[in-house]
């Protein structure tokens, strides 16, 4: 079985610039979620969606948005980079049993870069 | 954002050796997590606890869930050179599939052979 995966795996962009990082979860997981991992930092949550719908939002603005579509796949977008968002991306799906969510496994994660 | 408690920030240990790492949060958490991150990864799940008193075990990593729910600690036993990497603690507080795991910042462990 396929892992999480996300693409794509590095990216560089320009301050001002939009970025659409993607993710496919597990087969079977209908929970994905997405945060942010600054280096020396642990990762922060951004998002979580699961049936398509938006559960959860952590602390960032509001040029963070997300959506999830009907396979369960997840995109993130940013608008209008800034230097700060440089980090690495993780996505991280699970499965929701009896109406609650066990277990992450995350994917890679995108390294995004703003130069 | 919160983080959990990690410290020390940078581990080093000798081929051999137990290590043992803590991690403390100010809320309660109602599932703790470890996982290890290599560079270029992401985290891998070493260790799932579910109840507030269980200690659990995976090969050489053994891991306890605080009574208090606000703390967990990390055992490794026996390092080997392959344990070298971040360990991260999360804390998970669940309701129904409203979640969000909260990381510490992670562990460096390098293990001298």
């Known amino acids: 079985d396929a892992g999480v995966t996300q693409s794509p795996t590095h990216l560089i962009k320009t301050r001002g610039q939009h970025v659409t990082l993607r993710c496919s979860p597990i087969?079977?997981?209908?929970?994905v979620s997405w945060y942010q991992q600054v280096l020396g930092q642990g990762p922060q949550f951004i998002f979580q969606?699961?049936?398509?719908?938006?559960?959860g939002r952590g602390n960032f603005p509001d040029r963070f948005s997300a959506r999830q579509f009907p396979n369960y796949s997840s995109e993130l977008n940013v608008n209008a980079l800034l230097l700060g968002d440089s980090a690495l991306y993780l996505c991280?799906?699970?499965?929701?049993?009896?109406?609650?969510?066990?277990?992450?496994?995350f994917g890679s994660g995108t390294r995004l870069t703003v130069v | 954002g919160q983080q959990l408690n990690q410290s020390p920030q940078s581990m080093f240990i000798q081929e051999g050796e137990d290590v043992s790492m803590n991690c403390t949060s100010s809320?309660?958490?109602?599932?703790w997590l470890w996982y290890k991150q290599d560079p270029g990864e992401g985290p891998v799940l070493l260790i799932a606890?579910?109840?507030?008193?269980e200690l659990t075990s995976n090969g050489r990593l053994t891991a306890q869930f605080g009574i208090t729910r606000k703390d967990s600690f990390l055992n490794i036993s026996a390092s080997i050179p392959s344990d070298v990497g971040i360990y991260f603690c999360?804390?998970?507080?669940?309701?129904?599939?409203?979640?969000?795991?909260?990381f510490g910042k992670g562990i460096t462990l390098s293990v001298r052979p």
């Open positions: 087969s079977g997981h209908k929970s």
């Open positions: 969606y699961y049936e398509k719908e938006e559960r």
């Open positions: 991280a799906s699970s499965p929701i049993l009896r109406g609650l969510t066990t277990g992450y496994t």
């Open positions: 999360a804390g998970l507080l669940s309701a129904g599939a409203n979640s969000k795991l909260t």
């Open positions: 809320s309660i958490f109602n599932t």
């Open positions: 606890l579910y109840k507030a008193g």
